[in-house]
């Protein structure tokens, strides 16, 4: 009796070892297991989207993927302003603009309205101070016809056809009476013209006239092509001048042609 229980007994333990291999073998496995310890692993070093896949045989892995963009941008730096223009030396309204070797010069055409020859060299002196300036010399042609032009506008405008413009300039003491040769007759005096370049004389100028006075001077004339000999000219003029030339002359009043203009200058002011 006892051997058959235990005969039994064998036979059953058996018969469970067998069908659980069996069922082993038939099942594949055990799948999707991951131990804790490796996941807790998987996710503290995963970043953004971690995917974990377990593999039989009791493993399990975990891969984690992490992926941060961060761009930050501060504001945009103004750019530079544009470096200011450097002044520019000017010229008050109603005054020429003149660009000179030594800088601006200005040139104003004054007109006192007078047509009887009473308003001398030192008149207009006093005229061209009275604004801030000095009677003028010419540093160029341009110079000499653009003044000359515009004077005889202003001429024209008073109903003549012939006028003098006052000049700065007086003869050297030596050339007072007798001509010194077209270049060395006169110096200008407004402390800004050098050379010759302004200087175109009229035919016969300058002359050996000794004219009244402790000086002599520069006028300039100003002539229409329209222009005829009246009682109060001389017939010479109109053979020995141009709009524009130069004439040595008396730096006194009652002066010719009757009708008087002057030409202060002055340096532009920067602005």
Not at 24 to 49: A, Q
Not at 81 to 98: K, Q, T, Y
Not at 201 to 224: H, K, L, Y
Request: charged share 15%; glycine share 16%.
């Amino acid at each position: 009796m006892r051997l058959w229980i235990l005969i039994s007994l064998f036979l059953s333990s058996t018969s469970a070892i067998t069908l659980a291999i069996i069922v082993g073998r038939d099942g594949g496995g055990f799948h999707g297991y991951s131990s804790s310890s490796e996941s807790s692993s998987s996710e503290e070093h995963g970043h953004g989207n971690g995917h974990g896949h377990g593999h039989g045989h009791g493993h399990g892995h975990g891969h984690g993927h992490g992926h941060g963009h961060g761009n930050s941008h501060g504001p945009r730096p103004k750019p530079p302003r544009p470096p200011r223009p450097a002044p520019r030396n000017e010229c008050d309204d109603g005054w020429m603009r003149f660009e000179r070797p030594n800088g601006i010069w200005c040139i104003h055409l004054g007109n006192p309205g007078v047509t009887n020859g009473a308003f001398s060299h030192q008149d207009a002196q006093n005229a061209c101070a009275a604004l801030g300036a000095t009677l003028t010399g010419y540093q160029n042609e341009n110079e000499r016809m653009t003044v000359a032009n515009e004077a005889l506008k202003k001429t024209i405008d008073m109903g003549r056809l012939v006028a003098g413009i006052w000049l700065g300039a007086v003869a050297y003491p030596n050339c007072r009476v007798t001509s010194c040769g077209p270049y060395a007759t006169f110096q200008w005096t407004d402390g800004n013209t050098n050379g010759a370049g302004g200087i175109k004389w009229g035919i016969g100028e300058p002359d050996n006239v000794n004219w009244p006075g402790t000086s002599a001077c520069i006028q300039q004339f100003v002539m229409s092509p329209n222009f005829v000999v009246g009682p109060e000219d001389h017939s010479g003029w109109k053979t020995s001048f141009a709009n524009g030339d130069l004439d040595k002359y008396q730096c006194t009043s009652l002066a010719h042609p009757r009708t008087r203009l002057y030409a202060c200058g002055k340096r532009g002011v920067s602005r």
